[in-house]
């Protein structure tokens, strides 16, 4: 039994009003990765989208190199690529750089992508998301096996060179939420990544990766993990803290479709309801360093005693000081609690 912390997600994204330049974001980005592996976390993660007006990371295999350089010793992960959206080849190549700058460290969690704007812009049919995913993981395999492979449909098949540090390639997780998408994962992928999910639920989703895991006859590990926001700070004024940071985060997804025709600097919220501010606390794991500790290990021991726990405590917004203090709560005092727990429990 045992329990993984990262620390995540890393958008890189410029709040309304916030005075930090792009260069200054991206710049405290590495730092708080540096910060995490020297606070003893286990990863980092980052994560994609494109054409936002606040500037969310849209290039993720370059931050994750910035990163590998940085660090010695942690993971580096993605959460998630979108991988429909990516020549298969070429992520193959970058992919395979970015595991040889970090010595073996990366691990690429890949997803369909939803939004619209995205596959347009790119020029990809969003009908073809399911296919592209399912042969972008076909061909990365292929080609970090030292295969020749092509790309796509008349392309000559050619070989991916250099091939990853680690044998076989980086582990392939699949971020999914609908029953289909999680059983996906099961069938073809090494890991699967869950969110927004209750203890409780994501023991359905373990079920149901694990017995498409067995169903199509594969062996070997299968790696589970959730990503989900958190914010541990004793006091009474934590959520006063970090409610308008994290409603942000939630409400940018909202407000990406209007985004995207929109010049100028990104827009803030609207005002929320009462009952809307109620929702927002309950889908956030917020409390004393104890009480994140123990909701941590009730989400692993529903996974079934093994876990990648992704703590998303990096909020677009939330003042620098206060952003490296949140993240020194978490290495120094959640993690030693949470390790605890497991190691006790079992």
């Not at 979108?82 to 992520?91: G, K, Q, V």
């Amino acid at each position: 039994m045992s329990l993984s912390l990262g620390f995540g997600l890393i958008t890189c994204q410029r709040y309304p009003g916030d005075p930090r330049t792009d260069t200054q974001l991206y710049a405290q980005a590495l730092e708080l990765a540096e910060q995490a592996e020297q606070g003893g976390l286990d990863s980092v993660w980052v994560s994609e989208h494109h054409f936002v007006d606040d500037g969310y990371l849209p290039s993720l295999l370059p931050l994750s190199a910035a990163i590998a350089a940085r660090t010695r010793n942690v993971r580096i992960g993605t959460g998630l690529l979108l991988a429909p959206l990516h020549d298969p080849l070429r992520l193959a190549e970058d992919a395979a750089v970015t595991d040889l700058i970090s010595g073996g460290r990366l691990t690429l969690g890949v997803g369909l992508g939803w939004r619209e704007e995205e596959f347009a812009g790119l020029g990809v049919p969003l009908a073809q998301r399911v296919p592209r995913l399912v042969a972008s993981l076909d061909t990365m395999r292929r080609a970090w096996r030292g295969e020749l492979v092509a790309g796509g449909q008349g392309r000559p098949a050619v070989p991916v060179r250099p091939r990853p540090a680690q044998p076989g390639g980086p582990p392939l997780w699949i971020g999914a939420m609908s029953e289909p998408a999680i059983r996906r994962a099961g069938r073809l992928a090494d890991g699967l990544m869950a969110t927004e999910v209750t203890p409780g639920m994501l023991a359905s989703q373990v079920a149901w990766a694990q017995e498409s895991f067995r169903a199509h006859g594969r062996t070997g590990p299968f790696q589970l993990s959730v990503h989900l926001p958190v914010f541990a700070w004793d006091g009474a004024d934590a959520w006063e803290l970090i409610r308008d940071c994290h409603r942000y985060i939630g409400w940018k997804y909202e407000d990406m479709d209007a985004a995207r025709g929109r010049d100028g600097e990104p827009a803030p919220p609207p005002p929320l309801t009462a009952a809307g501010e109620a929702a927002l606390r309950e889908s956030i794991i917020l409390g004393s360093p104890d009480q994140v500790a123990a909701a941590i290990d009730e989400y692993r021991q529903m996974a079934g005693g093994d876990l990648v726990f992704i703590a998303r405590l990096y909020f677009p917004g939330l003042p620098w000081d206060l952003q490296r203090q949140a993240l020194r709560i978490f290495t120094d005092e959640v993690a030693p609690r949470a390790r605890e727990l497991a190691a006790v429990r079992g």
